[in-house]
């Protein structure tokens, strides 16, 4: 028995397609067209904002808030469940958000402590930016000035951890950079462009050469919400959460108190603020003239510094040329290379001491890498002078051998009787 040949699939779906039309037309009517349910699909976070806002809903639903049932409505208003447009733009619909309001909006849900706790995330972040000088320009009315969304993102919010968010630690230079890196809107408020400037100090290199996340920011100086620039006085307090060492040995010197008195910015004063160059040991003689008479005593201090740091580097160096030398013989070397290292320790520590500046204390530190270096010297100078010795007295004990052999062979010929 044959069976009967079956139409394919799409040609029947092409057929009844066509008789359905077909009785739509005899009717009068035309059958509905099926709608389109991924465009009008329903989601927890944009509902259905997106069908006419594609883009706002792409960067809204890979958002943190869309993750955590924060919906369109949370902050624009209107009803999210619903295609027609004068029912989604009701009930308290704002639509674009005003600027000047954006700070309240996000505070009314990031200053609630029953909203905020189950993440452990801090409550008082709008009360932060009220006192920053952002906070502090949008009051008297200046809409140009950085509210929520500039740093975080109007819909692509993302957690200050994932290296997307614009808040991350690489990205917020360039963040930041969006309003401090505009020439022409710094001038109108007398400001320098301060991100290219970030961007060619020892921090950025840091930051992006050496991907260091732990390298100072803009936030890491002037805070994150309450941003602000640091007053004087309070410098050295910013700087020293990095350099600890730094500012222990700068408030026991005597710069302190004269910068207080006169009102001078503490490290930045030789440092500079944005800019920051990495500290070179020549600084040690050139800082002190920007401010003292260049023939005064504090000159001739400076150069007697930077006269001991750098006697003490130089027998470093031929301390490692030595050690270098050593290895080739070879040389049990590991010992002089540990030594080695904590002479530069001490090296590095007295450019840090130097925020004392007192040349005793800072000579201490140099004089202990100089007397490590000639140690080591001296040390490898006497186990390689033992082993030339050691190779002159074979090579003469050889040639002796050889001379001998040759006397006797000589004798020896003279001894044999000739044929």
Not at 71 to 85: F, I, N, P, Y
Not at 257 to 286: F, N, T, Y
Not at 294 to 317: F, I, M, P, S, T
Request: hydrophobic share 35%; proline share 5%.
């Amino acid at each position: 028995m044959s069976s009967r040949p079956r139409l394919p699939a799409r040609l029947l779906a092409v057929l009844l397609l066509g008789v359905a039309v077909g009785a739509g037309a005899q009717t009068g009517t035309v059958a509905p067209p099926t709608p389109d349910t991924r465009a009008t699909q329903v989601t927890r976070a944009s509902g259905r904002c997106g069908v006419c806002h594609p883009a706002d809903r792409a960067a809204f639903e890979h958002s943190l808030h869309a993750r955590e049932d924060v919906r369109c409505v949370s902050c624009h208003g209107g009803d999210d469940t619903t295609l027609e447009k004068a029912a989604a733009h009701g009930r308290g619909f704002t639509g674009k958000v005003d600027r000047g309001s954006i700070p309240q909006m996000c505070g009314g849900c990031h200053s609630d402590v029953e909203k905020m706790r189950p993440y452990d995330l801090p409550v008082d972040q709008y009360a932060l930016y009220q006192t920053s000088d952002h906070g502090k320009r949008l009051r008297a009315g200046d809409r140009a000035v950085a509210v929520c969304s500039d740093c975080h993102g109007p819909h692509d919010v993302l957690a200050p951890s994932d290296p997307s968010s614009k808040v991350f630690p690489t990205n917020i230079p360039r963040t930041c950079g969006a309003c401090h890196g505009d020439s022409t809107l710094m001038r109108s408020r007398k400001l320098h462009d301060t991100y290219r400037e970030y961007l060619t100090s020892v921090h950025a290199r840091a930051l992006f050469d050496k991907g260091n996340l732990r390298a100072p920011t803009c936030v890491s100086c002037h805070g994150v919400h309450g941003a602000a620039p640091p007053q004087t006085g309070d410098v050295n307090k910013v700087c020293g959460k990095c350099h600890t060492a730094e500012r222990r040995y700068f408030n026991a010197g005597r710069h302190r108190g004269a910068m207080a008195d006169q009102k001078v910015s503490e490290c930045a004063s030789c440092h500079g603020d944005h800019a920051i160059p990495a500290a070179q040991p020549m600084r040690l003689a050139k800082s002190c003239v920007d401010c003292h008479d260049d023939r005064g005593k504090e000159a001739v201090l400076g150069q007697e510094l930077l006269a001991d740091y750098q006697r003490a580097n130089d027998e470093l160096d031929k301390a490692d040329a030595l050690i270098a030398r050593a290895d080739a013989v070879p040389l049990q070397t590991d010992d002089y290379k540990a030594r080695l290292e904590e002479a530069r320790t001490y090296l590095r520590e007295a450019m840090t001491a130097t925020h004392t500046v007192q040349p005793d204390v800072v000579s201490g530190f140099s004089l202990r890498a100089h007397s490590v270096g000639t140690e080591i010297q001296s040390e490898i100078q006497g186990k390689l002078g033992n082993i030339r010795t050691a190779k002159l007295l074979l090579i003469l004990f050889w040639f002796y051998v050889l001379v001998t052999a040759g006397i006797l062979y000589r004798i020896r010929d003279r001894r044999r009787p000739s044929r």
